[in-house]
């Protein structure tokens, strides 16, 4: 079975500072790891995934993860936040159920960007 | 590039009413799957499909009903709306075949109040 803790539903950061977005994940598999954004009243996009290739994974708008096996974590990261990063994160942990492939979400982070 | 696509975005029900939500795909994607996004819970999977004439449930099937008559078309129909049906529903898609971490693209969501 999979699973995924994010830790902190909320962050706050000034602009310019760095972003850091913790998960911690839970796989009876290799794991494949996603973290998706959402910005106000739209749908999910995706931001990044690990998928056992590099563990540091470059994403889109500067973001970036590195897959810590030993930790079981898949923290984002960005040097330097902008006002509009400011939007819900989710981590992400896909799994194989009956020949098929899910995706387990973890409850999101909502990240404020203070001017 | 259309994507995903969700209607109706809003809709007010009253209790025991039913309804569909549409959902429909272009990328010629097998699998495609339901979500329910509630405050602090992220992202929960109602039921999936892996190609036409194929559903299953996923972990919150209660009071929803599926069906894939085509690989572009997979409506989410309510039986009989309750209060605890009010959420924010996703559409999703990706292909299939047997390869993990594909990449999943949703729908715009679709904001349901049930009074």
């Known amino acids: 079975a999979q699973s995924v803790t994010q830790l902190g539903s909320h962050v706050s950061v000034s602009e310019g500072a760095l972003v850091l977005l913790r998960c911690n994940y839970s796989?009876?598999?290799?794991?494949?790891l996603f973290w998706y954004v959402q910005y106000p009243n739209q749908g999910l996009q995706l931001l990044l995934k690990y998928t056992s290739a590099a563990t540091l994974v470059k994403g889109i708008n500067g973001f970036e993860a590195e897959f810590k096996k030993s930790e079981t974590s898949f923290p984002l990261t960005k040097p330097s936040a902008h006002m509009s990063d400011a939007a819900e994160y989710f981590c992400?942990?896909?799994?194989?159920?009956?020949?098929?492939?899910?995706?387990?979400f973890g409850k999101g982070t909502k990240l404020t960007v203070n001017p | 590039n259309a994507g995903v696509t969700q209607t109706p975005k809003f809709q007010v029900l009253k209790t025991g009413q039913s309804m569909t939500l549409q959902c429909a795909q272009d990328?010629?994607?097998?699998?495609m799957s339901w979500y329910r996004q509630d405050p602090g819970m992220g992202l929960r999977l109602i039921h999936y499909?892996?190609?036409?004439?194929?559903?299953d449930q996923g972990e919150v099937p209660n009071g929803y009903n599926v069906s894939r008559s085509t690989t572009e078309d997979f409506p989410l129909r309510l039986l009989s709306a309750a209060p605890s049906q009010t959420s924010v529903y996703f559409c999703?898609?990706?292909?299939?075949?047997?390869?993990?971490?594909?990449?999943?693209?949703f729908g715009e969501g679709s904001w349901l109040t049930v009074v």
């Open positions: 999703a898609s990706s292909r299939q075949g047997g390869q993990r971490g594909n990449t999943i693209y």
């Open positions: 796989s009876s598999v290799p794991p494949y």
């Open positions: 990328m010629n994607h097998e699998y």
């Open positions: 992400a942990v896909s799994g194989l159920k009956g020949g098929s492939e899910k995706l387990v």
């Open positions: 499909s892996v190609g036409a004439g194929i559903t």
